[in-house]
């Protein structure tokens, strides 16, 4: 039986909407083994990607642990949390988020940079330039390189998110509907590439309101107003 | 390195980034250019002033003058802290050119070449430059009586605005004067109430005090001694111009130089002038010279005060502009703290963005400002060459021409608030936001 990867215990989180106070999730728990692929599946508003932000240390919850390889989340630094951000989860968005005055190796190269000086990335820059233009051809990208996000279509723009979700290496890859802004072929390859890194023993936990994108994980865990129902 | 990069795109990529560099610049450039050419009036007149008579006076208002002015002269020149003074005669006259029907009512001053030039910066302010001995003599013929003429008495402008001295001048001026006794009474009586002489233009001063320029008329002390009657009975002088020696304190020399007029009142005080002598005050220039100087004192601190306000607006504006900028990259910020860059990263990113714009930004105003003073002059010549419209009148206003002299420490002080201020700027909104959870940043709608 293999070893769990993160794990939430009775996580709950509200928003203030006005006058009285929403509640998104209620005293959740989930379980992510290594090398699982999940899919959290829900209505819109569920709370779904509510979730994968906690998960991710995006936000915060109001109550409630995320316990990734066991540490508390909660517990850490504003700076071990950074860390976590940059090397132990990589996160793909929905509407890309990729900064437009970078190009596409330096969008993917961004999350190994920023965590250098500029002494180490003379020492390291290489590796990480030899692993982004091999990401880049795993993805396809191989002749966009060069090119700024708004010069490529939506699906070329989410691999590069996917390969600035993978440049550190994460043990944990968070999809928040990644496929939600492309059309059905341009999803599929999204999902293909999601099918492949899975079968590379990637641990993926994805967000969709898609049934049809939940087949492909391993398992899929429903949300309803912020309860899990499956 | 990522900060420098990322900063580096952002500065030349984005148009926002050029519009704030322009709104810096436009700042810069508008505080330098009202900076240097307000103070740079102030100050300038203040200075002018200060050239046109020396350090310290010894004066009568009355238009009788005082006696005894020789022996205090010869008094005031034994002082070890005195470098020069010279007794000036001061009067009315009015003036009319041979052959015309025009009188015009000037200002007379009598001058003795050699001290009143070591007092003063008169010398400077002539357009022909001639020795001493030679400073009243025309140009045409050496044994006629000259006069040296206010640039903007009976002059014309210039294609480029200006009043210009004309070296072939022949001219041949009428003076009068009526002269006044020791008791304040008209010297003469019937038809020889009034003394006059003819002068011919000899040159013409520039102090660049538009109202000394535009009424005075010099003449040689002797002569307008004669021409005001104070050769009469009694010889007298209106004031002595001191110029005390560099270092020496002016206060001290004040009091110094009224023991002396005072010791000379207690002398003479049973003589039969004395009561010329009970008017004579002895004052430092800028007490002498209050009257104009204190209203341009008192702009002086109006301006600072305008200085400040435009100051206050400045920053404030490139305070929205960097705010602006901020908000403009809240995505971009929620992007970087979703991949763990540090909040002490993302501060620093946004600084040294705003370092890069505030100092092109300073670099092109202080330069555009620089080129602006520069030309100040010829512009607004060819303003008035090409349109008749002259900013600042000559006549009306006091300044000789527009001050273009950029003060370096006033440069310093624009430069340094320009690059706070950006920085603030920037820093503040950057804090507030850099710190917010990365998950509301990229909720953020742009």
Redesign the interface.
């Known amino acids: 039986m293999s070893k769990v990867l993160l794990q939430t215990k009775s996580l709950s989180k509200s928003y203030k909407m006005g006058a009285t106070r929403l509640k998104v999730l209620n005293e959740i728990d989930i379980a992510v083994k290594y090398g699982e692929f999940v899919t959290i599946v829900g209505a819109s508003g569920s709370g779904k990607s509510t979730l994968l932000?906690l998960l991710?240390a995006?936000?915060?919850p109001d109550s409630g642990k995320v316990l990734f390889q066991e540490e508390d989340l909660s517990k850490l630094s504003?700076?071990a949390?950074?860390?976590?951000?940059?090397?132990k989860v990589g996160?793909v968005?929905q509407f890309y988020?990729?900064?437009n005055?970078?190009n596409v190796l330096?969008n993917i190269l961004?999350?190994a940079?920023?965590?250098?000086?500029?002494i180490q990335?003379l020492r390291v820059g290489g590796k990480y330039k030899k692993k982004a233009m091999e990401l880049i051809e795993k993805l396809g990208l191989q002749d966009r390189a060069k090119h700024k996000p708004y010069q490529l279509s939506g699906g070329e723009r989410q691999r590069v998110a996917i390969g600035?979700a993978l440049i550190n290496s994460p043990a944990l890859l968070l999809a928040d509907e990644p496929t939600g802004n492309l059309d059905w072929s341009r999803g599929q390859e999204i999902l293909s590439i999601f099918s492949q890194l899975h079968q590379q023993g990637q641990t993926i936990v994805m967000v969709t309101h898609d049934q049809r994108v939940a087949q492909k994980a391993d398992r899929s865990i429903v949300l309803s107003d912020g309860r899990i129902t499956e | 390195?990522?900060n420098?990069?990322?900063a580096l795109?952002?500065f030349l990529?984005?148009p926002i980034s050029w519009l704030a560099t322009l709104a810096v610049a436009i700042s810069v450039f508008v505080v330098l250019v009202v900076m240097t050419v307000m103070h740079g009036l102030v100050v300038d007149y203040i200075n002018k002033t200060h050239a046109t008579v020396g350090d310290v006076i010894v004066y009568s208002d009355s238009l009788v003058g005082f006696p005894y002015y020789d022996r205090l002269l010869g008094e005031i020149d034994k002082q070890n802290f005195v470098e020069a003074a010279s007794p000036v005669i001061k009067s009315f006259a009015m003036l009319s050119v041979a052959g015309g029907n025009r009188g015009l009512g000037v200002n007379l001053v009598g001058i003795e070449a050699s001290s009143y030039n070591q007092v003063t910066e008169f010398k400077s302010s002539l357009y022909r430059k001639i020795d001493n001995d030679k400073i009243f003599t025309p140009y045409f013929d050496s044994k006629k009586s000259g006069c040296i003429r206010g640039i903007l008495i009976m002059n014309s402008k210039n294609y480029q605005g200006k009043f210009t001295h004309n070296p072939l001048i022949f001219e041949k001026l009428i003076l009068t004067c009526f002269p006044l006794s020791y008791k304040g009474t008209l010297l003469k009586a019937a038809s020889g109430i009034v003394d006059s002489k003819s002068y011919y233009v000899a040159n013409d001063s520039d102090t660049g005090l538009a109202s000394v320029d535009s009424s005075t008329i010099y003449i040689p002390f002797t002569d307008a001694q004669m021409l005001c009657g104070m050769d009469s009975t009694i010889k007298r002088a209106s004031a002595i111009y001191i110029k005390i020696k560099q270092g020496e304190s002016l206060g001290e020399c004040v009091d110094k130089i009224s023991q002396l007029v005072q010791r000379m009142k207690e002398q003479n005080e049973n003589d039969k002038f004395s009561m010329l002598l009970r008017n004579v005050r002895v004052e430092d220039w800028k007490t002498y010279k209050r009257e104009s100087i204190a209203p341009m004192e008192k702009e002086q601190a109006m301006l600072t005060a305008l200085f400040l306000l435009i100051a206050l607006v400045t920053v404030f504006v490139i305070f929205v502009v960097f705010f602006m900028l901020v908000h403009h990259k809240l995505?971009?910020i929620?992007?970087?703290?979703?991949?763990?860059?540090?909040?002490f990263?993302i501060n620093g990113l946004f600084l040294l963005f705003a370092t890069m714009i505030a100092i092109a930004g300073t670099t092109i105003g202080a330069l555009g400002g620089w080129f602006f003073l520069r030309y100040i002059n010829n512009l607004e010549g060819w303003l008035f060459r090409e349109f008749g419209w002259q900013l600042w009148n000559r006549t009306i206003y006091d300044i000789g021409e527009i001050p273009h002299d950029i003060q370096t420490e006033v440069l310093c002080v624009i430069i340094i608030c320009s690059l706070v201020a950006s920085l603030l700027g920037a820093f503040f909104p950057v804090f507030n936001v850099s710190r917010r959870?990365?998950?509301?940043l990229?909720s953020v709608d742009q």
């Open positions: 932000h991710g995006l936000d915060k504003s700076s949390l950074n860390r976590y951000r940059n090397s996160f968005f988020h990729l900064i005055e970078l330096e961004m999350p940079m920023a965590y250098c000086s500029a990335w600035r | 390195m990522f420098v990069k990322l795109k952002y990529k984005k995505r971009d929620g992007i970087l703290r979703s991949v763990g860059i540090s909040v990263k959870d990365p998950v509301k990229l």
